[in-house]
């Protein structure tokens, strides 16, 4: 079953059974009960309409949709231009997500100018989410899209602030590092599954939740991150394997893009190496491209590890993890195993 993280919505036709401009204000029922469910889901909602702009602030604010949709794109220009700039804003990949318009000449448009993205009718969406009512839902994924809007709150913050730095030392921002419990699993399943450019994806996702559950042969940490903005919750999770000569073989290693938003991949990977769990001299791992993944190869090298010659591993040394300055702006706890 496909992965699902944004919803872009057309509205004329779509949402409404009628023309916003021409009067038609009824809701189709289907789309009303499938955006509930989305939003009981975590899963994002946009909104890309061809329609003057002045309209829709009155008319989202009379349906009740105040808060609902983490990015509005209205203008009459190309739709595809709108759906565009919500992928880039939000960092979503094509892949996960999908454009609902009732028109098949729209859907077909959409899908010829972005590649990858998904374009259904609301009977398609309906049948995705029947087909997928038993999936359960972790709170991150039940809190994502406030957490969206909780960052459009830091970045209209930071926008207005004199200094970057001190805006972000304003943040107060907090990443608690931890060993992994069994109540982590569903959320470590979420990161491994859901996360494409901070991934090293080296096993497959049933194979890593299996090897996560055995905890005398594994290290596997957990790291969880807050601000004044609000909790993200668990946001970065390292699964290690120890190997002879005090070396750690990364298995699994997954960071989510929201901490890319604040620059804290660097704190929150250096932080999940410096737990005490994850005490070795070496730390070696497979570096698998999956087309989107570069960003964290990039900052595996960035952390200090080199490439292997005629392999496709990179390296660590453990004396080097030591020098690796991070941020005054971030506070890195250590809680260590029962």
């Not at 036709?13 to 009981?40: F, H, S």
């Not at 709170?139 to 830091?154: I, L, V």
Request: charge should be negative.
């Amino acid at each position: 079953m496909r992965l699902l993280k944004l919803v872009i919505w057309d509205l004329d036709e779509t949402i409404l059974t009628g023309i916003l401009e021409e009067g038609d204000q009824d809701i189709d029922p289907a789309a009303r009960t499938a955006m509930k469910q989305l939003d009981d889901r975590g899963i994002l909602q946009a909104l890309a309409t061809q329609n003057r702009p002045e309209l829709i602030p009155d008319a989202i604010q009379q349906f009740g949709w105040s808060g609902l949709f983490v990015q509005v794109k209205v203008d009459l220009g190309p739709k595809a231009r709108k759906v565009k700039g919500i992928l880039d804003t939000l960092s979503v990949n094509p892949l996960d997500a999908a454009f609902v318009d009732n028109d098949p000449f729209e859907r077909a448009s959409i899908s010829a100018q972005i590649p990858g993205i998904t374009g259904w009718s609301v009977t398609d969406l309906v049948a995705h989410l029947a087909a997928t009512s038993d999936s359960a839902t972790t709170e991150e994924a039940r809190h994502r899209p406030q957490t969206y809007r909780e960052q459009q709150a830091r970045t209209r913050d930071e926008e207005t602030a004199g200094d970057y730095t001190d805006f972000l030392r304003s943040c107060n921002i907090k990443i608690n590092i931890r060993p992994y419990v069994p109540e982590d699993a569903m959320r470590a399943q979420e990161l491994l599954t859901r996360t494409h450019q901070m991934n090293l994806g080296v096993l497959p996702v049933d194979e890593a939740i299996a090897r996560l559950n055995r905890p005398n042969e594994h290290h596997v940490i957990v790291a969880e991150m807050k601000d004044v903005y609000g909790d993200m919750g668990r946001c970065g999770i390292l699964h290690l394997t120890p190997a002879p000569e005090d070396e750690a073989i990364i298995e699994s290693l997954a960071i989510s893009c929201r901490t890319r938003a604040r620059g804290l991949s660097l704190a929150m990977l250096v932080g999940l190496l410096r737990h005490p769990s994850a005490n070795f001299q070496q730390y070696r791992c497979r570096y698998i491209s999956n087309g989107s993944n570069l960003p964290l190869r990039m900052l595996l090298m960035s952390a200090g590890f080199k490439p292997k010659p005629d392999t496709d591993e990179l390296v660590l040394g453990a004396d080097h993890l030591t020098k690796v300055e991070l941020p005054d702006w971030v506070h890195i706890g250590y809680r260590p195993a029962l």
